[in-house]
């Protein structure tokens, strides 16, 4: 994974919501979809068997120059379909 620095927002939601890094990095790397946004973000979701079969929406500020994860989270409006 390339170098990514999370918001203290991102950080907070890695630590209150439970998502192991690992998960996080796996979305980034190996997403099973990418959503780039008007505001410069991009989307990266990946199914995460180990919880639920649910996805992981990972938010990524592109446009600074370090990439900072701004949040994440189980995206409860895919569900189990992508």
């Excluded at 938010?59 to 895919?78: A, E, G, M, P, Y």
């Amino acid at each position: 994974m390339a170098k990514y620095e999370y918001t203290k927002h991102a950080y907070d939601m890695f630590m209150v919501r439970n998502i192991n890094e690992m998960w996080v990095n796996d979305a980034i790397d190996n997403p099973e979809r990418i959503e780039a946004k008007e505001d410069g973000t991009v989307h990266y979701i990946k199914r995460v068997i180990e919880f639920g079969g649910r996805y992981l929406r990972v938010v990524v500020n592109q446009d600074s120059d370090t990439k900072k994860i701004v949040t994440l989270f189980f995206d409860r409006k895919l569900g189990g379909k992508l």
